[in-house]
């Protein structure tokens, strides 16, 4: 399997901030990237970080052994801006002595993906580039708005009226409906067959018109690299790199990496031992019967007063959530507009009941 995400593709401080855990709280996730993982351990919590494709778990594992080790200004060029051209030099001196032998001989034969451009290697960051890229081609004045607007209503008006139209329109929405141009988007079949049957690009639309309307583009991880070409800058990318949580988790670092299915390892846990649960929109990629079974084992491996977090691409008719008998909080009902990603339909936060 190859690396999938290289950076998270939800707002992990939104992420943080709902979980709210609560130093040496039991937390699991979807490691993914990584990065949701690294900012819950290093706000206090022992984490397990679950994932059915090892590289995602050895890209963690490198993230946590540099953060270790490197100071914060070369792990923002390393995994923010994702180039770094001393990076192998580094890589061998610091890095790879913390790593475990299996994960240091993926890195040996890997570590130039940073050196060259981690997000532009493969997976889902590529085609994200390369619309962007594109845009920018045919709206050369893009970046400059959004590098110099001082408000958000400069770049919204700019948005609407020279941007929007060409990404969205009568053109692009049936492509998205009736192709698989958003492949690259969805690596799972079940998640791209509900994009495009579900009418996502038209909810995308108007979610990334409310994101551009509310917030400075040139403060986001994700739409900055792509429209601006320029990574977010210190304090707006991921949140394990601020500087505090960096080194947190250089000081103790409490976090397990599972490889292993989701509904698997939470069945494996012991009961109600769980603070909070992340996870993420493995929903989307689920068929009815395998998304019920995966809600009723958080619901039991949830502790009493327990969160949860759910994302989805797609919104499911049914709650399955909510049909085993968890509490969905009504701070729900803004969390999508919230999440400054824009790409997903649902955010929701559940509680078990004390």
Known sequence: MAITFTRAWEDDRLDAELLAVAPGSRVLVVAAAGDAALALA?????VVAVDLNPEQLRLTALKLAAARVLDPETLHRWFEVGRDPSAPA??????RAGLAPEDAAFWDAHIGMVARGLHG??????PFLW?????????????????????????????????????????????????S????????????????????????EARVDAVV????????PWWRPAFSGRPAD?????????????????????????????????????????????????????DPASTAALAAAVRDALAPGGRVL??????DVTDAFVAAGLNRDPVSDDLASRDRTALYERVDLYRRAE
């Open 42 to 46: 290093a706000d206090g919590a022992d």
């Open 90 to 95: 580094a890589y061998r001196e610091r890095v």
């Open 121 to 126: 290697h493969g997976g889902v960051g590529r």
């Open 131 to 179: 619309l962007g890229r594109a845009v920018r081609v045919v709206r050369p004045r893009l970046a400059g708005v959004i590098e110099r607007s001082q408000d958000p209503s400069t770049q919204a008006e700019f948005w609407r009226r020279r941007v929007r139209p060409v990404i969205f329109g009568r053109l692009s929405h049936w492509v998205a409906a009736n192709t």
């Open 181 to 204: 141009v958003l492949a690259p988007m969805a690596p799972n079949p079940d998640e791209l067959e509900r994009m495009r049957h579900g009418g996502w690009s038209h909810g995308l």
């Open 213 to 220: 309307a509310s917030t400075l583009v040139r403060r986001h």
């Open 234 to 286: 210190p304090g707006d990318g991921a949140a394990w790199l601020d500087p505090a949580r960096v080194a947190a988790l250089a000081a103790s670092p409490r976090l397990e990496l599972v490889h292993g299915d989701l509904t698997a390892v939470l069945r494996a846990q012991p009961q109600a031992s769980l603070a909070a649960i992340s996870v993420s929109n493995v929903p989307d990629w689920l």
């Open 310 to 315: 759910v994302r989805r691409v797609v919104a």
